[in-house]
T-cell receptor
Framework: DGGITQSPKYLFRKEGQNVTLSCEQN?????MYWYRQDPGQGLRLIYY???????QKGDIAEGYSVSREKKESFPLTVTSAQKNPTAFYLC???????????FGPGTRLTVL | ELKVEQNPLFLSMQEGKNYTIYCNYS?????LYWYRQDPGKSLESLFV?????AVKQEGRLMASLDTKARLSTLHITAAVHDLSATYFC?????????????FGTGTRLTIIP
């Protein structure tokens, strides 16, 4: 089955810790994206990548970092510099130029 | 900066009624997407509208695009409970090598039996 997987589904972080969220796709898509969704809000773009070894900041990149070493994988690290990381994180992928984005199931991050 | 606005933000309607959700955007674009999100779940793609006057229909949902007015509508016909969800529109922000989607704030639709 082709699709996008994210892990873990739930993640708890202590203050001051860095955590990494996994995103993998087997759709052979060129582009991958990370979004953040706060309760009752829309999606805000954190980072996106059009090709391997290249990525661009989105609207709210501060406190986050990414890498794109493989076409299939686009992990997101939430660093201790992110002041309010509790949110629902969604990964997506698409062909490039921008085409329909397909979303993974999401990771719900809670800071304790 | 591209801004995407949806209205209403919340919509409660009875089964069997018709209603329309509106999506306005602030800069030129010729591609618009509609997504559905169930509570606590991810987003599911519904429609992509690629040109002025485009109309797409799937079941009780019909989406249209007017690029001159910078407006898309999502029309619900004879609503049923299963359509309860949050609906998002998203618009391509075009630029040199910098295309990306900007999402609206969403419309939370509740269908009352």
């Amino acid at each position: 089955d082709g699709g996008i997987t994210q892990s873990p589904k739930y993640l708890f972080r202590k203050e001051g810790q860095n955590v990494t969220l996994s995103c993998e796709q087997n759709l052979n898509h060129d582009a991958m994206y990370w979004y953040r969704q706060d309760p009752g809000q829309g999606l805000r773009l954190i980072y996106y990548s059009q090709i391997v070894n290249d990525f661009q900041k989105g609207d709210i990149a501060e406190g986050y970092s990414v890498s794109r070493e493989k076409k299939e994988s686009f992990p997101l690290t939430v660093t201790s510099a992110q002041k309010n990381p509790t949110a629902f994180y969604l990964c997506a992928s698409s062909m490039w130029p921008v085409d329909t984005q397909y979303f993974g199931p999401g990771t719900r991050l809670t800071v304790l | 900066e591209l801004k995407v606005e949806q209205n209403p933000l919340f919509l409660s309607m009875q089964e069997g009624k018709n209603y329309t959700i509106y999506c306005n955007y602030s800069t030129t674009s010729d591609r618009l997407y509609w997504y559905r999100q169930d509570p606590g779940k991810s987003l599911e793609s519904l429609f992509v509208l690629l040109s002025n006057g485009a109309v797409k229909q799937e079941g009780r949902l019909m989406a249209s695009l007017d690029t001159k007015a910078r407006l898309s509508t999502l029309h619900i016909t004879a609503a049923v409970h299963d359509l309860s969800a949050t609906y998002f529109c998203a618009v391509v922000q075009e630029g040199v090598g910098n295309e990306k989607l900007t999402f609206g704030t969403g419309t939370r639709l509740t269908i009352i039996p």
